[in-house]
């Protein structure tokens, strides 16, 4: 099963993806908007969370017990400059966000997991040993096309996954051909829409029209 829902900015936590939600099983996902020097506490409970800084910067606070790791993320003012800056919060873990005069918008993912890896801060292009992490982040731009429709090369789904998509000047278009049981689905996406794709489906292609940013999130097991 695949689907859509649409995100529209809010500010605080916005939950838009759960386990038990339109195929998926494993992953959460969700936008954390604060304003000037706003502050976020949450604890990752039985997950490991990863923080994926869209626009903005903060100071992130994490501590549990000798797993503590303070620092500042995010580099870019918006997913159109810069590539971005990702934390990730092991499970059972208190973490605190302190916005910054400009503010913060945050990915919010989560994946259960027990595993004992550290917390970690990355700096914009660092990545993480795939290894450590239950969670596999990747982002890409597409560009307008005289044609008006660029194939892309996707990434491959043999997992869950949640893709979210948002365009330079808020208009444009995502299609994505789904690989379903006997038959191929459409699915057209827009400005700010998340869409999810179960472990049973697959995308054949790929095809958008305007300048556009995707985050795609899977399960790394």
Not at 64 to 71: D, F, L, V
Not at 178 to 203: G, K, M
Request: with cysteine; net charge negative; charged share 20%.
């Amino acid at each position: 099963m695949s689907a859509s829902k649409n995100y529209t900015p809010t500010d605080g936590y916005t939950q838009i993806v759960k386990p038990g939600e339109i195929g998926i099983t494993k992953l959460h996902f969700g936008i954390l908007s604060l304003t000037s020097e706003a502050t976020f506490f949450d604890h990752s409970d039985d997950t490991e969370v990863a923080l994926i800084a869209l626009g903005g910067d903060c100071t992130l606070l994490v501590g549990h017990n000798g797993n503590k790791a303070n620092g500042i993320l995010g580099e870019r003012p918006d997913v159109f400059h810069g590539e971005a800056c990702v934390a990730y919060i092991p499970h059972h873990t208190t973490y605190e966000i302190l916005a910054s005069e400009a503010g913060i918008e945050i990915a919010v993912c989560k994946v259960p997991s027990h595993s004992e890896s550290a917390a970690v801060i990355l700096a914009a292009g660092e990545a993480v040993d795939e290894d450590e992490t239950h969670l596999r982040i990747s982002e890409r731009l597409f560009s307008d096309d005289l044609e008006a429709s660029t194939n892309i090369p996707t990434i491959p789904t043999s997992a869950e996954t949640i893709c979210f998509h948002r365009f330079l000047d808020g208009n444009g278009v995502v299609t994505f051909d789904i690989a379903h049981s006997t038959e191929t689905i459409r699915a057209q996406l827009y400005h700010n829409d998340v869409f999810v794709v179960s472990e049973h489906d697959s995308i054949v292609k790929l095809t958008s029209e305007g300048i556009g940013y995707q985050l795609w999130v899977q399960p790394n097991f």
